[in-house]
């Protein structure tokens, strides 16, 4: 039973990160001059359907996977794998916190999916402007006033990306639940505790 649960989280977990590297590559939009990209939808699924620490892992490597093949480095892949694990890991975290094993949603499970997600795109863009920070006026040797305004240009697109995800990502996840229970693929991710009776 052991050895079953455990190669599901692995199946799980590497099916969800080859969907991220998937979508990462191939879907972007061009929108109000950024682009629109839904691979953070992706990665705060991640954090819901697998669990806050199986869901962190699926994004981190789904997305730092992406920057190794294209080329962007081990370290740059390594600050993406963190970011990225954090902000799937605290969706996955509120959404199910407090929450019975194998129970339906309800309104208050609701409420912490959607917090979930708002805290996971709140957190990931301040993150982003950190990373930002620290590249171009530490590593770039960029003055603090073209640091700032660099800053500010990749504000607009974690807004609109991380807006985006905030709002649709718990909309796909509360449709998709009941069909992911009547599969039992929540209940093979997250088994029932046993009772020490």
């Not at 996977?65 to 080329?71: E, F, M, S, V």
């Not at 600050?79 to 929450?99: H, P, S």
């Not at 073209?146 to 807006?163: C, F, H, P, R």
Request: proline letters at 4%; one cysteine or more; glycine letters at 10%.
């Amino acid at each position: 039973m052991k050895n079953s649960i455990k190669i599901h989280h692995i199946v799980y977990t590497a099916l969800m990160a080859a969907i991220i590297y998937a979508v990462v590559s191939l879907l972007t939009f061009p929108f109000m001059g950024t682009k629109l990209h839904p691979s953070n939808v992706f990665d705060m699924l991640a954090g819901l359907i697998l669990g806050p620490w199986l869901g962190g892992l699926a994004a981190g490597i789904g997305n730092s996977l992406y920057d190794i093949i294209h080329g962007y480095g081990i370290l740059e892949a390594l600050v993406t794998f963190a970011m990225k694990f954090i902000a799937a890991m605290l969706a996955g975290l509120i959404a199910n916190a407090y929450r019975k094993e194998g129970s339906t949603l309800r309104g208050k499970d609701h409420f912490r999916v959607v917090l979930g997600c708002v805290v996971s795109a709140v957190v990931y863009i301040a993150l982003y402007m950190l990373k930002t920070f620290i590249k171009q006026h530490y590593v770039g040797g960029v003055p603090l006033d073209g640091t700032w305004v660099a800053m500010l240009e990749k504000l607009t697109g974690s807004l609109i990306n991380n807006g985006f995800a905030a709002v649709v990502t718990p909309i796909f996840y509360i449709a998709l639940r009941p069909a992911l229970n009547a599969a039992g693929v929540i209940e093979r991710l997250r088994p029932r505790k046993k009772s020490i009776a």
